[in-house]
């Protein structure tokens, strides 16, 4: 067993970052740089030359120009044979690693011996201007080169240099400073990109029937059912009960989809003519880009295809033409679903495919990637340890990477980013990586990013326009336990754009209204998202610089879903600590009845013959109660986000036979055959239970919310509606109100909807502790 580590390790630490928050006036919908610390830096816009001499003996001129800072030296391309080159690029040396206080910008001659020199331009650095957006970018100038001696040269270099801050539009593709021992093959994986996941949708397939099929043994009945594919996206129907050459199944099939559409449907209707042996009766391949998209639960109109058969001739395949099979499909986009790609505990976007179909924000989120400190080396170079880290931000279908700080355990990124909020009751993950393709870029074998650790917060949990400024802890589960990475440090502020339309939300569906009218099955669920998952991995990885496949698994939490023993545990535990209060009131009333204390038995005695006398007075009590509870709760609100925690996830006293058992490969890589046969169907059966218990835990920990105030809108909500009951039902006969309340209830289902009740919505909406669990 593990010793617990000491709390305050994995604390929360609450922060005062020198950030320009709260002097800063600001546009709501841009993004002023005020959660983070002001960094300045020295850009040079090395725009073009003009007029520049030839060198070699043939009156030609390979340029390019070295901007020489101190030790800090960065260059340009060169061009070949060119006398007025163009480069607009844009050079940044930190302020804070500045030991020169002259400039020089050189302009060279490309050669294959020594470089020759052409020319200089020479700046003082205290009289370079400063520069503030939003003001405009400072306007390029000529300037005459010099020779070493200060003496006038031939040629004019166009130049733009200023001092500015990370807010300058020109700092995310600058060349950095901190960035110059890495090589020009790799400055496009360090530097910080902004990408989106791809549109997702739901392809539905009802495969109604089919006709006049041609098996090749007409002296059999058929046994004929519909395999359909999308990518490595493969499904199939069952057989056919009418074993005949017109079999009928009136299945639905489901698929993940992303725009811009690549894979086809392709659906074969095959025949099982023996054991493991199938026989392709026909063919139809349909496009995606000329499917329905349907918005609502209205049916799609049916439509035959007609079914190719390929038949392969002295080893080709060729498609035969002569062929009168027809398969009757109905096919449909669903814009009227949210793609479901994280869990939805902790998704960040709850809105669905059809762009139609969204809803105003609500809101906005800033969040400021101020520094991380503490880091724990990550692999070794040049004999000593060392970590170029970056940060990965997800929320909705905007990520983000900040750029990569190279060598540095304690690295400051100061950037800040913006997101729209259309539901306060989803969650950003931040991520912390060490970057592994600096050096050699894509070309460095099987390299990966590693993980440093990750942080989810909660909006909900979040007061309107209030600055959060913390260091989280990073944690990381190994082999030898929990482990401690480093700590990062955010701001993070969520502004309310509309309270009233905020509060409504409350009362809507978590999800939208197509998946209670057609609600997909747990195991459709588990399958459709682990599929959205991948086809967002590999999306992302094709971008440039690639997002990696590693990386958007760990902040998609992909194998979240596996069953292990410490998880199970925590649920358990849990669930113990909710029912703990059901427990304690059973205790009290057991010591009523048993008069442990006769004061306090007689006091509830008359209390009960009080309520029964005038029992129009319980309900105004009770809700009267709650609210007095909540309101004395609301001084101990909590004040901070919340943050992985070890102990309610068991992690600092998880056995090592269990972290062995949950860092085993599935299927598992034991030795024995049985073993492993029954350790699989435990772990796949205990994974679906370990689901279960944690649904029930996090309904326990919603109802206990109601009055923690670790939502305050949504407390705020339940504790005017007790009160108003309060009032209401103390000038509402009894009688009446448990009439409406039996007709309500037992009201006939034609006056009954599909969708979740407004307090069955409000209750979904509720935070629970699921996102504190690492």
Known sequence: MHKPADPFEFALKETSPNIGTGSVMRDKLSCTYDLVEQMQYLYVRVVKAKDLPGKDVTGGLDPYVEVKLGNYKGLTKHFEKKSNPQWNQVFAFSKERIQASVLEVVVKNKDVVVDDFVGRVMFDLNEIPKRVPPDSPLAPQWYRLEDRKGDRA?????????????????????????????????????????????????????????????????????????????????????????KTVNPMWNEDLMFVAAEPFEEPLVLTVEDRVGPNKDEILGRCVIPLHIVQRRLDHKPVNTKWFNLEK?????????????????????????????????????????????????????????????SAQGLMPMKTRDGRGTTDAYCVAKYGQKWIRTRTIVDSVAPRWNEQYIWEVFDPCTVITVGVFDNGHLHGGDKSGGAKDSRIGKVRIRLSILEADRVYTHFYPLLVLQNSGVKKMGELQLAVRFTSLSLINMLCMYSQPLLPKMHYIHPLSVTQQDSLRHQAMQIVSMRLNRAEPPLRKEVVEYMLDVDSHMWNMRRSKANFFRITKVLGGLIAIGRWFDQIRNWRNPLTSILIHILFIILVIYPELILPTIFLYLFLIGIWNFRRRPRHPSHMDTRLSHADTAHPDELDEEFDTFPTSKSSDIVKMRYDRLRSIAGKVQTVVGDLATQGERFHNLLSWRDTRATTLFVTFCLVAALVLYVTPFQVVSLLIGFYVLRHPRFRQKYPSVPFNYFKRLPARVDSIL
């Open 154 to 242: 031939k040629g004019e270099l166009m130049l733009a240099i200023w001092m500015g801050t990370q807010a300058d539009e020109a700092f995310p593709d600058a060349w950095h400073s901190d960035a110059a021992t890495v090589g020009p093959e790799a400055v496009a994986n360090i530097r910080s990109k902004v990408y989106l996941s791809p549109k997702l949708w739901y392809v539905r397939v009802n495969v109604i029937e089919a006709q006049d099929l041609v098996p090749t043994d007409k002296s059999r009945y058929p046994e004929v059912f519909v395999k359909a594919n999308i990518g490595v996206q493969f499904l199939r129907t069952r057989i056919s009960q009418s």
């Open 310 to 370: 390929h038949v392969v001739v002295e080893g080709e395949e060729k498609k035969e033409t002569k062929f009168s099979s027809r398969i009757q499909l109905r096919v449909c986009l669903e814009g009227g679903y949210h793609v479901l790609d994280e869990s939805t505990h902790y998704s960040s976007d709850l809105r669905p495919t059809a762009k139609q179909l969204w809803k105003p924000s609500i809101g906005i989120l800033e969040v400021g990637i101020i």
